[in-house]
Every structure is written in structure tokens, then in C-alpha cells.
């Protein structure tokens, strides 16, 4: 039976399911903290774990924190609580991203949070190829109602478009690996050996296209010695782009939200996910990622879809790290 004391074993894991949420190089840019009297916890942005050089305006930052909210939303509604989330909830206080209240038990459990709970342990970010097999359009429907349900979009291209969309992908990924501050900054979050446990180690790194047909972020850059061997990568990547009808800060946190919450929907389907930034990474590049016939048009990130190997974990700072208490 789920319990709703709000106690130390209850914490962990609703911390321990917040930080398993996809970051911007895994930087895991957030920190928790227990307001006791209220029975709220606050999720902060940690700016000493931003990346300025590829998100100056700290979108990709709002995002990550976005996306570890969701994971907290579903973990609170396991254990039975029916909570409350407030976005960006003190202007006094830009750093506190949202406030999740856990003072009221559910009355009935959310459709799909059990689900959608045990998906969280397996989502992993694929960096390798998948195989050609198509997704079902009863899969991809699903995937657009979970981005639906943030108060976001999911917009599926044709092969036209995703031709256009991953042109601009190779155009940023090349401006990344040739201009020095993006390329430096990339490199600095690769981790080996006893690292800090934040950032990607060596071995959840993928290879590059050997047709040059999909452009995957290279974080060895110009280190060849740390290359895999390029792979062949499906034919025709199924790519989907997520999207805000605005281009706010409370709109980034929305698209993380979302953002999550499809990747936690493809987990459940077998479907696997990796995440293609780079042209986000670049203004007029992502200007131009909007299609101007669809609304909404502000592209937020565009996600592959497809399926493969489970792909390997990125380590996760532990709950004592990230968890303070105030009363």
C-alpha cells in the first residue's frame, strides 16, 4: 500500500526519480528542497551545472528541470499523492522552478502512472543506430498525446521536412565542432574513470554515420583517438520536433515536461529515444527549425525515434547531494 508520509524513505524516492530525467550533456542543473510546513518540495535551478556556451539563455537548462518535475509529478502520484505543481511559482526568486505540493492524497490513481513509473528506470539516451523497423502510428499517436497533455506540441514531419530538419542538425553540429568555446565546452562534460557523477561517460557515447546521413553530436570533436568506429544508421530516422505556442521560460519548463513525458510514453511502447539539439543551439538555426505552416511554432527539440539495443546509463548525483531541507 502506498504511503503518504512525506519521511526520509519517501524522499529519496521522489528525489531519486527526479534526478533520473534527461539533461543537456546529463549537467543535471537542479536541486530539491523539503519546505516542511507547507509539504512542498522545490525544485531550483543549479547554474553552477549550466553549459552557457551552448544554451546562453538557459532554455535547455529550463528544460532539463522541466523534465525532472515530470519525473517527480509521476513518483509523487505512485506513491498516492495527487500533486500540485506551480511553475516558476515567485518572481522574487527566478532560480525556484516549480513548486510541487504534496499535502493531498489521490482519490483515484492517474491512468498510465504506474506505467509510466517503471519506465523512468529504463529510459536511456541511444546514441547508436536503430534498425529500419517503422514505428507504429498507434505508438506515435500516443506520443503526441503525452506532449499534448504538458500543454505542449508534437509535430510529426514528412520525409521532405526531416530532410530540411537534419540538414540544419549537420549545419549546427559542424558550427559545434569547429567553433572553440562549443567545442570545449562539449568535450569538458565527456567523464572517465572516478568523475564527478554528472556528465557522459566514455562509454554512452555513440558512433558517427558512416553514410553521413544522420549528424549525432560528436562530443570527442576533433580527438580522433576517442572516435568510435562510424556505423551504418537507419535509412529513414523517424524524426518528431517538439514544440510551444510561446517562447517564455515557463514555456521551456512546459516543453521539458513534455519532453519527458513522451519519452517515458516511447519506454513504455519499445521505443527507443535519442535527442537532437544542436540546431537549437544556434538562433537563426533554430529560427529556421519552425515550420511556418504549423503552429505552434516555437521548436523546442527535435527527438529521434526508433528502435535498438536499451542503450547504457549515465551516472546520477545521489539524493543527499541534490536534497536540502528548510523549515
Same mark, same amino acid.
Given at each position: 500500500?502506498p504511503t +503518504?508520509?512525506?519521511?526520509?524513505?519517501?524522499?529519496?524516492?521522489?528525489?531519486?526519480?527526479?534526478?533520473?530525467?534527461?539533461s543537456?550533456?546529463?549537467?543535471?542543473?537542479?536541486?530539491?528542497?523539503?519546505?516542511?510546513?507547507?509539504s512542498?518540495?522545490e525544485?531550483?535551478?543549479?547554474?553552477?551545472?549550466?553549459?552557457?556556451?551552448?544554451?546562453?539563455?538557459?532554455?535547455? +537548462?529550463?528544460?532539463s528541470?522541466g523534465?525532472?518535475v515530470?519525473?517527480?509529478?509521476?513518483?509523487?502520484r505512485?506513491?498516492? =499523492?495527487?500533486?500540485?505543481v506551480?511553475l516558476?511559482?515567485?518572481p522574487?526568486e #527566478?532560480?525556484?522552478?516549480?513548486? !510541487?505540493?504534496?499535502?493531498?492524497?489521490?482519490?483515484?490513481s492517474?491512468?498510465? %502512472?504506474?506505467?509510466l513509473?517503471?519506465?523512468?528506470?529504463?529510459?536511456?539516451?541511444?546514441r547508436? #543506430?536503430? /534498425?529500419?523497423?517503422? !514505428?507504429?502510428?498507434?505508438?506515435?499517436?500516443?506520443?503526441v498525446?503525452?506532449?499534448?497533455?504538458?500543454?505542449?506540441?508534437l509535430?510529426?514531419?514528412?520525409?521532405?521536412?526531416?530532410?530540411?530538419?537534419?540538414?540544419?542538425?549537420?549545419?549546427?553540429?559542424?558550427?559545434? /565542432? %569547429?567553433?572553440? $568555446?562549443?567545442?570545449? @565546452?562539449?568535450?569538458? =562534460?565527456i567523464? /572517465?574513470?572516478? $568523475? #564527478?557523477?554528472?556528465?557522459i561517460?566514455?562509454?554512452?557515447?555513440?558512433?558517427?554515420? *558512416?553514410?553521413?546521413?544522420?549528424p549525432?553530436?560528436?562530443f570527442?570533436a576533433?580527438?580522433?583517438?576517442?572516435?568510435?568506429?562510424?556505423?551504418?544508421?537507419?535509412?529513414?530516422? &523517424?524524426? $518528431?520536433?517538439?514544440? /510551444?505556442?510561446?517562447?517564455?521560460?515557463e514555456? =521551456? *519548463?512546459?516543453?521539458?515536461?513534455?519532453?519527458?513525458?513522451? *519519452?517515458?510514453?516511447?519506454?513504455?511502447?519499445?521505443?527507443?529515444?535519442?535527442?537532437l539539439?544542436? $540546431?537549437?543551439?544556434?538562433p537563426?538555426?533554430?529560427? @529556421?527549425? &519552425?515550420?511556418?505552416?504549423?503552429?505552434?511554432g516555437?521548436?523546442q527539440?527535435?527527438?529521434?525515434?526508433?528502435?535498438?539495443?536499451?542503450?547504457?546509463?549515465?551516472?546520477r +548525483?545521489a539524493?543527499?547531494?541534490?536534497?536540502?531541507?528548510?523549515?
Amino acid at each position: 500500500m502506498p504511503t +503518504l508520509a512525506l519521511d526520509a524513505a519517501a524522499l529519496e524516492k521522489l528525489v531519486s526519480a527526479a534526478v533520473a530525467a534527461p539533461s543537456i550533456h546529463n549537467s543535471q542543473p537542479w536541486r530539491f528542497h523539503l519546505q516542511p510546513d507547507t509539504s512542498t518540495l522545490e525544485v531550483r535551478a543549479d547554474r553552477s551545472r549550466a553549459v552557457p556556451a551552448a544554451d546562453p539563455q538557459g532554455r535547455a +537548462l529550463h528544460i532539463s528541470v522541466g523534465a525532472a518535475v515530470l519525473n517527480l509529478r509521476v513518483a509523487a502520484r505512485h506513491l498516492g =499523492w495527487a500533486p500540485s505543481v506551480r511553475l516558476l511559482p515567485d518572481p522574487a526568486e #527566478p532560480d525556484l522552478f516549480a513548486a !510541487v505540493g504534496l499535502d493531498a492524497a489521490a482519490a483515484v490513481s492517474a491512468p498510465g %502512472t504506474e506505467r509510466l513509473y517503471e519506465a523512468i528506470w529504463r529510459r536511456h539516451s541511444i546514441r547508436t #543506430p536503430f /534498425t529500419d523497423e517503422p !514505428v507504429p502510428p498507434t505508438v506515435l499517436d500516443e506520443l503526441v498525446a503525452a506532449a499534448r497533455a504538458e500543454d505542449a506540441a508534437l509535430h510529426l514531419p514528412d520525409h521532405v521536412e526531416t530532410a530540411r530538419l537534419l540538414h540544419l542538425t549537420a549545419e549546427a553540429e559542424r558550427r559545434n /565542432t %569547429t567553433d572553440e $568555446a562549443q567545442r570545449d @565546452e562539449s568535450r569538458s =562534460w565527456i567523464r /572517465t574513470g572516478d $568523475a #564527478p557523477p554528472y556528465g557522459i561517460p566514455l562509454a554512452a557515447l555513440g558512433p558517427q554515420d *558512416l553514410a553521413g546521413h544522420l549528424p549525432m553530436r560528436d562530443f570527442a570533436a576533433i580527438h580522433a583517438a576517442e572516435h568510435q568506429a562510424p556505423a551504418l544508421f537507419e535509412h529513414e530516422p &523517424r524524426i $518528431a520536433v517538439l514544440a /510551444t505556442e510561446h517562447d517564455t521560460p515557463e514555456d =521551456w *519548463l512546459r516543453a521539458g515536461l513534455a519532453l519527458e513525458h513522451v *519519452l517515458l510514453a516511447a519506454t513504455v511502447y519499445g521505443v527507443r529515444a535519442s535527442l537532437l539539439h544542436q $540546431a537549437m543551439e544556434w538562433p537563426h538555426l533554430r529560427w @529556421e527549425a &519552425r515550420d511556418p505552416h504549423r503552429r505552434p511554432g516555437y521548436v523546442q527539440m527535435l527527438i529521434r525515434l526508433g528502435y535498438g539495443p536499451e542503450g547504457a546509463p549515465t551516472p546520477r +548525483l545521489a539524493v543527499r547531494e541534490v536534497l536540502g531541507r528548510e523549515g
